[in-house]
Structures are given as structure tokens and as C-alpha cells.
């Protein structure tokens, strides 16, 4: 944990998403409250949706974030920061001109003994 899961509507270019998935990952880490080897990352391309009135100026992102237990709230307010400023920073230009961005995050926690994790992911290849 985390899971990263992006979802952007289509009238949004990303040219390199696992650049972006990255750079969302590495804003978690800086925190200091995430280690790398625990983060899962995806992005997904809305085609069907509807912000506010459908005027096509308006472009949307929205960040889940989920965690096991154990993050006060002003950890996970911190976390939950450092990626809608990330998402802010890299699509600023989306607000310009006549158009619109929403930037919306949520998180969940799961809690223990209901979220099963199981993996083999090597520890000593994953660097913090």
C-alpha cells in the first residue's frame, strides 16, 4: 500500500502516463510516510462522463488513494496533498483560457484482516 488509481476524462492529453504515475508516487514518498515497494499505480481514461452542465471546457481529475490503518488524519491529509498538488502543478495550464480543471481527491483505508496483500516482490531490488 498505497494504491494510486487516477482517473482523468478524455478531453485531457497525458503524454507519458507512467511518467505521471511516477511522479505521483515519488510525491507520496517524499512525505516520508509511504515506502516505494508498496505502491500500486494506475491511470484510467474516462470516456463516459458528466461534469456539471457537459460543457467540454471542463476537464477532471480524481485521485483515490488507499491505505491500510495505522496514518492519523493529518498524515493522510498530507499524503492526499502532495498528490492534488503534484496533479495541480502538471495540469495548471488545463485552467487557462476559457477553460476549467477539477482536481478531486478520496481515500480509503482498508482495514486489517479484510484487505489481503499478498506478493513476492523483492525487497532488495526496490530502492526507497
Known amino acids: 500500500m ?3 488509481v487516477l482517473e482523468y476524462t478524455d478531453n485531457i492529453e ?6 505521471l504515475l ?8 517524499a512525505t516520508g510516510h ?15 462522463y458528466l461534469i456539471a452542465d457537459g460543457d467540454p471546457a471542463y476537464h477532471f481529475l480524481y485521485a483515490t488513494l488507499s491505505f491500510r490503518v495505522g496514518r492519523t488524519p493529518e498524515i493522510l491529509n498530507l499524503l492526499a496533498e502532495s498528490v492534488v498538488s503534484t496533479l495541480e502543478a502538471e495540469f495548471a ?16 483505508v482498508l ?3 479484510i484487505a489481503l496483500n499478498r506478493h513476492n516482490l523483492p ?3 526496490i530502492i526507497d
Do not use: F
Not at 515506502?35 to 474516462?46: P, V
Not at 495550464?93 to 480509503?108: E, F, K, M, P, S
Open 2 to 4: 498505497p494504491h494510486i
Open 14 to 19: 497525458i503524454e507519458d502516463t507512467q511518467a
Open 22 to 29: 511516477k511522479k505521483l508516487a515519488d510525491a507520496l514518498i
Open 34 to 48: 509511504v515506502r516505494r515497494k508498496g505502491i500500486r499505480a494506475r491511470a484510467i481514461k474516462l470516456t463516459d
Open 93 to 108: 495550464h488545463l485552467g487557462q483560457d476559457g477553460n476549467y480543471l477539477a482536481v478531486a481527491n478520496d481515500i480509503h
Open 111 to 113: 482495514q486489517n484482516g
Open 123 to 125: 525487497a532488495e531490488r
